[in-house]
């Protein structure tokens, strides 16, 4: 999937990256400006974006020392399954736009990092080819406006091969993307006299995404938003196949509920009515996400709106965390404050952009080398000696 002398720049380039932030750095320079735009942005004036980050960095430590924490490990379980550490690869769209097969170097760095990968229901590649490369992925979908479309796409998902489908459910509507228009990022893809210079003047990206996807692959199309191929990414109708959501309700969960045997989480919880809600219909895990910041601007950071979850619904299902999370300090954090996971998102496009799988994977090793550490200088040796000393703002 990676030629030589692919592998050899991107080496070059993973070299000198310490932290995550490092992997967005390099991204900005490898992306057209269009497309770094996407990932890097968030909706109207990016407020609960700026929030995410601003309340881990709100928290501080009160380590313990002399503690024996020789024997310490990342590991931990969910869903019955065994994990090397307690994080994962949130949902992102069009993955495959920004990284040759991105949805699929991600799902295998993640595969062999033993940590899961969300799949996007906004992807480029057919959800059967990563579950057949990485089987342990999750699906993330956004469900369909008809209840018929709605049981044809469980319905391929788990004949797929996934034991998990999360329901992102904070996208009632379309989102103010104000940045996706500054930056010249439009859905669908509108060829232009600003979009040919970005390709020029980004070769690496242009040669070994773009052009290689098209002359291998043909011109992506949303693979995964029905249960039968959806629209090209250049199509006029794109908008209008992801627009039909606003009518979505509590009782399509319970008919999802009923259709699905697998492990059932809810993605886009803030409020603690709703988690309550979502375990009355049956959902096995919860998400606690604003959606990074890309739905409704101002909405709270997850880290602020955990607790009161935690607090609401205790331990009936495991609640997770996404958003903001950029190094094992946060982890921990999150863990502290009541989640048994969390999920990093843009982080892992970067380096998958930048680096493919090798940059993923390193991405992953970057996060679980800071967790392990961290955990030393607090005198923690186990995931659950962190959620045990569990912490309130």
Request: aromatic share 6%.
């Amino acid at each position: 999937m990676t030629s030589p002398l692919s592998a050899t720049r991107s080496a070059r380039r993973l070299k000198h990256v310490l932290a995550l932030d490092d992997f967005e750095a390099l991204a900005k320079r490898h992306l057209p400006a269009p497309l770094f735009g996407y990932i890097a942005g968030a909706s109207e004036t990016n407020a609960s974006l700026k929030m995410n980050a601003d309340a881990f960095k709100a928290i501080s430590f009160q380590p313990r020392v002399l503690r024996n924490v020789s024997d310490r490990t990342s590991a931990t379980t969910l869903f019955g399954e065994r994990w090397e550490a307690p994080f994962g690869i949130a949902p992102m769209g069009i993955s495959a736009l920004m990284a040759y097969r991105g949805d699929l170097v991600l799902a295998e760095a993640a595969q062999d990092a033993a940590i899961p990968m969300i799949m996007s229901g906004s992807s480029l590649i057919r959800l059967e080819e990563v579950a057949a490369a990485a089987p342990r992925s999750w699906f993330q979908a956004y469900l369909p406006g008809e209840p018929e479309k709605i049981d044809a796409l469980v319905d391929r998902v788990a004949k797929a091969g996934f034991k998990t489908l999360v329901l992102t459910v904070d996208t009632a509507v379309l989102a103010n993307r104000e940045n996706n228009v500054r930056a010249g990022f439009s859905t669908p893809l509108r060829p232009s006299l600003r979009l040919a210079w970005q390709g020029l003047s980004h070769p690496a990206w242009t040669i070994g995404t773009f052009m290689r996807t098209i002359i291998n692959h043909g011109v992506p199309h949303f693979e995964n938003s029905y249960a039968t191929r959806g629209a090209p990414i250049i199509a006029s109708n794109v908008m209008r196949d992801f627009g039909k959501k606003d009518h979505l309700d509590w009782s399509h969960v319970s008919r999802i509920r009923k259709r699905w045997t697998g492990n059932l989480v809810i993605k886009g919880i803030l409020h603690p009515d709703d988690a309550n809600i979502a375990v009355e219909r049956g959902v096995d895990g919860i998400i606690v996400s604003n959606h990074g910041g890309r739905q409704l601007d101002g909405a709270m950071a997850p880290l602020i709106a955990l607790p009161g979850i935690v607090s609401s619904i205790g331990d009936a299902v495991p609640i997770m965390l996404d958003g903001g999370i950029r190094r094992g300090t946060d982890i921990v954090k999150g863990l502290a404050f009541g989640a048994k996971f969390v999920f990093v998102g843009r982080p892992f496009l970067y380096a998958a952009a930048v680096g493919g799988k090798a940059g993923a994977a390193k991405a992953a090793a970057i996060l679980k080398d800071e967790l392990r550490r961290d955990m030393g200088l607090l005198g923690m040796s186990s995931i659950r000696q962190i959620g045990d000393e569990r912490c309130e703002r």
